[in-house]
């Protein structure tokens, strides 16, 4: 076989599998947005506007050898690909690595980062304006938004409703325990085992007062934000030309991150049918297999790298920059963080330096790293729920 190989989707697992290939194959990375947006960090370009340069990097110094082709998948078959413009990508290995949408601000709904730049400016306004918040969505997304919130405006009412019983299931007891504890401190009202009655009668983001009725009494607030509603992007694999989707649109893979009855496709991030939490770390880990076997299979040898979900669930869920809970694997089992932990893993920079140095450049804001201080004093910081294209550890 050739060298050429198309990785449809830029974002944490696509641009990482590409880097890795980069010296060994001949690489196409076919991405619509104009920068990569690291998503971990729309929650705090939200509330700090002046930060939200921080999680956008241009593309352009991603590869070496490789290029970047500004498009849209509309079909894959086992040749290579269709685009939306109708121009075909011949490729010898194909990587399946386009992420999944999740509603704003969690993740970006634009292709174009001066577009994104202006949502978060305009979103962030709405919600300076407002006194009390809902959030719709008891997830990581909803939970660290609200952490967010409180690490600027201490004193907005931040009122979270999920029709679940209890948060982060699936995880040990002390960690609850301590984000619980954390959320009262914040003053964060749960109500949990709630659903709304009907939908919101304003756009989420936008600032306007309402009252509405959920099954544990009314609701009264300014704004709202949903933090809830994941959606696999894979409509490019609509006609079945290399594999029929799960009912949740996901695409099986072999534990080499094959897909499923295809020696030269792969699959990883957020498609994946594999049995974990959809993070942003477990995508680049999946980048790591992928490159390792298709450069194997470029050489002639047998692809022999494997992945395997960790049976600990793993989670770093900053509360803010200063706060936070986690939980990681250990020799003796999974290991509780407190928040000093999860502040120096993630909190306090959400992993910018990472992503500075894959893409080989500073990012387009005017500074690297966060602030250590917001107005007012306070300090600065993928489950279904979590995008992954989502939050790392």
Not at 81 to 95: F, N
Not at 281 to 287: E, K, P, Q
């Given at each position: 076989m050739g060298r050429t190989v198309a990785?449809?989707?830029?974002?944490?697992?696509?641009?990482?599998?590409?880097?890795?290939?980069?010296?060994?194959?001949d690489v196409v990375l076919?991405?619509?947005?104009?920068a990569f947006v690291h998503s971990a960090g729309s929650l705090r370009a939200l509330v700090r506007p002046d930060w939200a340069g921080n999680m956008f990097f241009p593309y352009d110094r991603l590869l070496q050898r490789g290029k970047v082709v500004r498009e849209r998948a509309a079909s894959v078959d086992p040749g290579g690909?269709?685009?939306?413009?109708?121009?075909?990508?011949?490729?010898?290995?194909?990587?399946l690595a386009s992420g999944s949408d999740y509603p704003f601000p969690a993740k970006?709904?634009?292709?174009?980062?001066?577009?994104?730049?202006e949502s978060l400016r305009a979103a962030h306004a709405e919600l300076a304006s407002a006194d009390r918040v809902l959030i719709t969505g008891a997830g990581p997304v909803g939970l660290e938004l609200s952490g967010e919130i409180k690490a600027v405006w201490p004193d907005k009412s931040v009122t979270i409703v999920d029709p679940a019983g209890r948060l982060v299931p699936g995880f040990l007891p002390e960690m609850r325990e301590d984000l619980h504890r954390q959320l009262d401190a914040l003053k964060v009202e749960l109500r949990l085992g709630t659903t709304l009655t009907e939908e919101?009668?304003?756009?989420?983001g936008r600032a306007k007062t309402f009252t509405i009725g959920t099954t544990g009494g009314e609701v009264t607030a300014d704004i709202w934000f949903r933090c809830h509603g994941v959606s696999v992007n894979g409509h490019y694999l609509g006609d079945g030309l290399v594999t029929t989707r799960t009912p949740q649109g996901r695409v099986r893979v072999t534990e080499t991150l094959k897909v499923d009855g295809h020696d030269h496709i792969y699959a990883l991030g957020d498609i994946t049918d594999l049995a974990e939490a959809k993070m942003a770390?477990?995508?680049?880990?999946?980048?790591e297999v992928v490159a390792e076997n298709i450069i194997a299979q470029v050489r002639g040898e047998r692809p022999t790298a494997v992945y395997r979900p960790s049976p600990v669930p793993s989670i770093l869920l900053p509360l803010g920059p200063s706060g936070g809970v986690g939980q990681v694997p250990s020799p003796d089992g999974p290991a509780v963080l407190p928040a000093q932990?999860?502040?120096?893993?993630?909190?306090?920079?959400?992993?910018?330096?990472?992503?500075t140095e894959l893409f080989g450049r500073t990012p387009t804001g005017a500074r690297t790293e966060a602030p250590t201080e917001a107005?007012?004093?306070?300090?600065?910081?993928?489950?279904?729920?979590?995008?992954?294209?989502?939050?790392?550890?």
């Open positions: 990785v449809i989707g830029g974002g944490y697992g696509g641009a990482a599998v590409a880097k890795a290939l980069d010296q060994d194959t076919i991405e619509s947005k104009d690909v269709t685009l939306a413009s109708g121009e075909r990508v011949d490729a010898d290995y194909l990587v970006m709904d634009t292709d174009l980062s001066s577009e994104a730049l919101p009668p304003t756009e989420p770390g477990h995508a680049m880990r999946h980048a932990a999860v502040s120096e893993y993630k909190g306090a920079d959400l992993f910018i330096g990472r992503f107005p007012n004093g306070a300090s600065t910081d993928d489950g279904p729920d979590h995008r992954t294209d989502s939050r790392t550890p």
